[in-house]
């Protein structure tokens, strides 16, 4: 969603232990990123909940408060809001500070107002002075975090070394080396708003390859490193697609301390607007790839009905679990355990809110409306909120009790793709950390699966065992056994997906499909699953088929492209011989070595029943009975750094099979081993 400010209120997801609540005074512990969370200076978990400002006059209601510049009416206004939100009631402890364009560009200009084309470092070093820090001091002084965004939004094509690279390094360094800014325990920064596409090794600007992620890590990691070098504050890194895509970062993320990562969400996003399932889905393809290993902060959300004009997303609070985009994303957020998040409205209407529902008879507003952000919102954090502990951490808090492995400690993993281990430490007072991406994991079989930063990668279909060790701040360690199965079409809940197109169910029991009308159900490989090494794919089938039944696989990464098609007849078997599909009504042969969707289309209503789906080079189609039917054993390990023949890190931790993709001709160090790489790769 490209726009050129950010305004908003606050939203808070805590652990009930570990609530900060604002208010004039308040102390403010020294933040800090450990593991997947946010945690003050005693080790207690925190996660933030906030609004948002800007400082220009037609972002502070639309022209009518204050303009020409005037710093002391920008300052009596906005300082003015942040009373009003506090007096309201509102339980907020963060404001994102967006250094809005208006102070730093040269009156006049008639470039790209929201970014580069305008800047003048004079006038940004001079109003950082006397608007930005006042309005940051300020909030610090009534108990508010701040996390301050640079001037503007990205252009919609970014680059290593281009103009605006140069541009937020400039801002960035300026900033980082303020007195007053550098290494504030109460302030930190939000790299960049909304990038949206990156030019990737291949020359092509785009966001959905880990050769795209891996270029946007270059890009923000040499602004880290030129905020590094004067401060410490914590950083948060935004993603491609308008802050919506980050699953790249899982494999090459950023380096360094005090890392996060800042998301947007709103209705239609991550496939939210559809319900809680294709939601939570969609929000663990593309963000629980970071949560797992870092705190997530959501930078812009919001929804109500489109009546109401007064929010950028269109949707309902709706039920947790059910229909509608606000109570599912609080119920996703609050699971997940690690996000900061805030409300995207007008801080004017904030501060207009009165608490008060509409007498009978009345109708619904904006800010009285169940279905409208603003009063679910207030009375969640009104839950949320209870009296913060500054006492420091107990020892019982400290005193480490058990290991968990959630979903137990036997898991099925979908071949070619990657899963949270969510592993839960348990502490005696009660309370509970999913240290995932910090225990240490030892592999039977690590050319079947690896766990990097708190996720399975499962790279061929087998069995293995991880063991797992974690040492508690108490010095107590702790060791569970988890014992992994790989498949490349698991029949379990977590991973088929009946509602690829139209809303379908599945029964996990039975293994029984029903498909929306015209709909589309199964599996979905986002990186492309190599089926290049097998002969056949066997589907074996329970019941009659009476709804049209076909089975379907892609070899583009868009349900919308031509598949291979082949009917579910009344036999019970279907084999596809994979080396011999082609596109429908085309003579176009499919490539097996990367496919992204496979499964099973119908008119709808009816049953299918699943008994078996296998990858076999078993001439008479029988289902493999030992890992060496199907591939030769490889102990090298998967991930791997590349580097430069001189030394130079280009990758840090990618997989094997990906390690070179995109890179120019050349001689690379790809895991201790020389490579070189002749024409495209």
Sequence with gaps: ????????????????????????????????????????????????????????????????????????????????????????????????????????????????????????????????????????????????????????????????????????????????????????????????????????????????????????????????????????????????????????????????????????????????????????????????????????????????????????????????????????????????????????????????????APAAGEAYTFLNDPEACPWPLFHWFQEYAQEYDFEGAAADYLALTDLIVENGETLTVMTSSSTSLTVNAAFADGHIENISSVAEYSIDNPEIIQVLRGRIHAFKDGEASIVISYTGPGGNKMQETVHVTTTTFPLTNEVFNPDIWENGTFDETSHTLITGQYGFGGWYYSNGVDLSEYKYLVVKVGNINSCGFSFRLYDENSYWTKPSMYDVDNSGLLVVKLNEMYKDGTNIKMDPSHIYYVGFWSYGACPLVIDEIYLTNNDNYSNPTGINDFFKVDSKPEFVDVYTITGARLRSKVKRTEATKGLPEGVYIVGREKVIVVGKH
């Excluded at 007195?179 to 930190?188: D, G, Q, R, V, Y």
Aim: aromatic share 14%; glycine share 10%.
């Design 1 to 356: 969603m490209k726009k050129s400010l950010v305004w908003g209120v606050v939203l808070m997801i805590f652990l009930p232990i570990n609530h900060l609540l604002a208010w004039e005074g308040m102390p403010m512990p020294k933040l800090r990123v450990e593991g997947r969370y946010l945690k003050d200076s005693t080790g207690h978990i925190v996660n933030l909940h906030g609004f948002a400002q800007t400082y220009s006059p037609w972002f502070n209601e639309r022209n009518t408060k204050w303009n020409n510049y005037d710093v002391e009416g920008c300052l009596s206004y906005n300082q003015g809001i942040i009373d009003g939100i506090l007096e309201a009631g509102w339980k907020m402890n963060f404001v994102r500070l967006h250094m809005d364009p208006y102070w730093s560009n040269t009156p006049g200009c008639t470039g790209r107002y929201e970014g580069e084309e305008c800047f003048s470092e004079t006038r940004f070093v001079k109003y950082l002075d006397e608007v930005f820090v006042p309005m940051a001091e300020y909030a610090v002084s009534k108990g508010l975090y701040v996390v301050m965004r640079p001037p503007g939004v990205s252009p919609e094509n970014i680059e290593i070394g281009g103009v605006y690279q140069e541009y937020l390094l400039k801002v960035w360094d300026i900033v980082a080396q303020h007195p007053k800014l550098k290494s504030n325990p109460n302030i930190m920064f939000e790299l960049a708003n909304e990038p949206i596409h990156i030019l990737g090794p291949d020359g092509t600007y785009g966001s959905g390859t880990q050769g795209h992620f891996d270029n946007l890590k270059t890009y923000f990691q040499a602004i880290v490193d030129t905020i590094r070098a004067s401060a410490d504050n914590i950083l948060w890194i935004p993603g491609l697609g308008y802050q919506s895509q980050y699953s790249g970062y899982a494999v090459n993320p950023i380096e360094g301390d005090n890392i996060g990562y800042a998301v947007h969400v709103y209705p239609g996003w991550f496939n939210s607007g559809n319900g809680y399932e294709p939601f939570q889905r969609g929000w663990n393809e593309q963000v629980q790839p970071v949560a797992d290993f870092a705190p997530v902060m959501v930078t812009e959300m919001d929804w109500a009905p489109e009546k109401y004009n007064s929010s950028w997303g269109k949707d309902i609070t709706g039920t947790a679990g059910g229909d509608g985009f606000g109570a599912n994303f609080k119920k996703i957020t609050d699971e997940c355990g690690n996000v900061s998040w805030l409300l995207f409205t007008s801080p004017d209407l904030l501060d207009d809110f009165t608490g008060v």
